[in-house]
């Protein structure tokens, strides 16, 4: 039974392949099913798919999030898995449509955990740099340069000169006492650890903002059309095999299983869309470069 025609309309930004079925069944008509037998497995299908999803959130660039650090929450000596982070953020762990808990940002319900982090970029301390901004010593500054200029004029209160000093010393006052914190992140195990640690001599509880770079969801993936066409290729490679198998037995008429030009197919559009992939090239919307690399 055919299915109606409004479930076939699609665009880049509103596709309908939003699950791992949907691109299955979608690759298999491209390859000539129901109408053509095939010598595939569903299995064989989604094993195509996973396959090309783990080799396009491996070499393309990462969603950035911000992750809500608390200092009472970092073990000494261990540090703190980023899934403990992503449940306490707010913007990650709620959902944008209260109907749907699929919605939820920071999570991927097709992987049934919490997104992967792939790099952490930086950590600023709501102290120095963040949501405290009214008790800097920028602010305190500026605060004065305005009064003073309003009271007397320009020829009172503090210059460029003086800003750029001040700016100067607290740089080195971070880097003579250790104040600036360092991380050390492990993206197989998804621990942290910073150094100094907190609640040490040097640190005493605080709150901070984590930028990090984070893989995209599962299903977001599938909406990508290098993932449709490298999981399409890499279908045609294995019917190609199975088809292998068969290679010199004789048909009814006399004719024999063609496999070589499935088969060659396939490694052809393999081999493309990797170079396509690894060079940023073919004309893939928001095409990435050879590697992602975190400076």
């Not at 073990?75 to 109907?99: C, H």
């Not at 070589?260 to 559009?269: H, T, Y």
Request: hydrophobic share 35%.
């Amino acid at each position: 039974m055919s299915e109606p025609l409004s479930s076939f309309y699609s665009t880049h930004l509103h596709s309908r392949v939003d699950s791992i079925e949907k691109l299955a069944t979608r690759n298999l008509r491209m390859l000539g099913c129901p109408l053509n037998k095939l010598e595939l497995a569903q299995d064989q299908a989604y094993e195509a798919i996973s396959k090309a999803v783990e080799l396009y959130t491996q070499y393309t660039e990462p969603d950035r999030e911000f992750l809500l650090f608390d200092s009472d929450i970092y073990t000494q000596g261990v540090g703190i898995k980023l899934d403990n982070l992503m449940s306490t953020t707010p913007e990650l762990s709620s959902a944008y449509d209260p109907t749907d808990p699929n919605t939820v940002v920071g999570r991927d319900y097709d992987l049934n955990d919490w997104r992967r982090v792939v790099d952490v970029v930086n950590v600023e301390v709501g102290e120095n740099h963040g949501t405290n901004i009214l008790f800097t010593m920028q602010y305190a500054m500026m605060q004065q340069m305005g009064a003073m200029m309003h009271s007397g004029g320009l020829n009172k209160g503090f210059d460029l000169i003086s800003w750029y000093n001040m700016n100067e010393f607290l740089e080195l006052r971070n880097k003579m006492l250790a104040l600036k914190i360092f991380t050390r992140f492990d993206p197989n195990t998804q621990i942290l650890r910073l150094f100094p640690e907190p609640g040490g001599e040097d640190y005493g509880k605080y709150f901070a903002l984590i930028e990090c770079y984070v893989e995209p969801r599962f299903r977001d993936c599938l909406k990508n059309h290098f993932v449709q066409e490298y999981s399409l290729a890499l279908m045609k490679i294995m019917i190609g095999h199975v088809r292998g198998l068969y290679n010199g037995v004789n048909l009814l008429g006399q004719g024999q299983i063609n496999y070589s030009d499935m088969m060659s197919q396939g490694r052809e559009d393999k081999l493309r869309l990797e170079d396509q992939l690894l060079k940023g090239t073919g004309g893939f919307v928001g095409g990435a470069p050879s590697a992602f690399f975190v400076l």
